[in-house]
């Protein structure tokens, strides 16, 4: 099966709040745009969805997300300082409120009524910042997708934050299709029985795939966090794309013949969560965590070895990316897929939807 829509081959419709050619990023939905300990009283500056935004947090602690572009001379509010809860410009000193408008120009009385930068709507929750850069209007009635085990203080975490040189649905695909693990994780999670392809279902704009494995002995990693060691463990692997922006996953593993006083199930979540800073670069921030105590140690097993796993991905689609880019073919190469492509290929069709609804928005704006 072939198919036309390829990462980044989609122009986003016109309008205010579209971005530019080769943007395939719906602006109307939530996007994370940092871990809650990277915004602070200093502020940073942060490229999202082609966009150059400032962030920092008010005396209270809230979250404040503005254009990073000062509409004087242009030069980012980022580079400048904070006076109270306001953001001054290191170039000329003009000073913005939380909501974008300027409250003070040094070199006259009043501040000139123009000069203001757009606020966005910004969601602290748990350990993530989400923000909306499409209309402001309709943040009102959203809000992101919750998710519950990454505040269980129940729960053994490690996360973190990185960026890559590709087109955001490289990521996406590559998390909705796990027969790469026998390949590009070899040597890392030792996961070798991908060899099939996932049950996947639709369920409005969510993608689910679910597959399930006999009890077999745990690739390495798996079971010494587990506890369960070399004895033969069933367990169900499962994918859900919620959003262009969200991922979750998980495996969970159950012991058929359980030793006395030992338990019986484990389950492990991962949070994959995709922002693009351009067509051809994103940032990816991820969460991983188990529902048994973790010793330090094994957190930093975890942590260790999710990284190195993270940067095989990494190195995988980054080159892909460098392929469609440098070839003169670009996109217009064939794209042959497989019986387990038919999540990413779900996940194309949602994007289109909500892309389509996008451009839609924008016309009526």
């Not at 996360?159 to 890559?164: F, K, L, T």
């Not at 409005?204 to 798996?222: D, R, Y």
């Not at 392929?323 to 064939?334: A, V, W």
């Not at 949602?350 to 389509?356: G, K, N, V």
Request: glycine residues 8%; charged residues 20%.
């Amino acid at each position: 099966m072939s198919i036309e829509f390829l990462p980044g081959a989609c122009t986003a419709a016109g309008g205010p709040y579209a971005g530019k050619v080769g943007a395939n990023y719906p602006r109307n939905q939530w996007w994370v745009a940092a871990t809650t300990d990277e915004v602070t009283r200093q502020p940073m500056r942060r490229w999202l969805l082609d966009l150059p935004v400032a962030l920092y947090r008010t005396e209270a602690g809230a979250v404040v997300a503005l254009d990073d572009r000062c509409p004087h001379r242009w030069a980012p509010l980022s580079s400048g300082w904070l006076e109270g809860d306001n953001i001054v410009c290191g170039y000329h000193g003009l000073r913005f409120s939380t909501e974008g408008r300027c409250v003070k120009a040094p070199t006259q009385a009043n501040p000139p009524t123009r000069a203001k930068v757009h606020a966005y709507p910004v969601r602290e929750i748990g350990p993530l910042v989400w923000i909306w850069t499409g209309d402001p209007a309709l943040a009102a009635d959203s809000e992101p997708h919750a998710v519950d085990w990454h505040v269980d203080p129940g729960w053994s975490l490690v996360g973190g934050a990185m960026e890559a040189e590709a087109n955001y649905m490289l990521l996406k695909e590559n998390v909705l299709d796990l027969t790469h693990f026998g390949y590009v994780h070899r040597t890392t999670f030792k996961i070798l029985d991908f060899d099939r392809p996932p049950e996947v279902t639709v369920k409005g704009e969510q993608v689910e795939f679910h597959l399930e494995f006999p009890a077999v002995k745990l690739a390495p990693l798996f079971g010494a966090l587990t506890g369960f060691g070399e004895r033969p463990i069933a367990r169900v692997n499962w994918g859900r794309s919620l959003s262009p922006a969200l991922h979750l996953a998980g495996q969970d593993f159950t012991d058929p013949a359980p030793q006395a006083g030992q338990r019986r199930t484990a389950a492990f979540r991962v949070m994959h969560a995709t922002t693009p800073i351009s067509p051809t670069r994103m940032h990816y921030f991820w969460m991983a965590g188990w529902d048994v105590p973790l010793t330090q140690e094994q957190r930093d097993l975890m942590r260790d070895t999710t990284l190195l796993g993270f940067k095989e991905d990494k190195d995988m689609i980054e080159a892909i990316q460098a392929t469609i880019t440098q070839d003169p073919r670009g996109l217009n190469y064939p794209e042959i897929m497989v019986t387990s492509d038919q999540s990413a290929v779900q996940a194309r069709r949602q994007l289109q939807i909500r892309l389509a609804r996008d451009g839609e928005l924008n016309q009526r704006n």
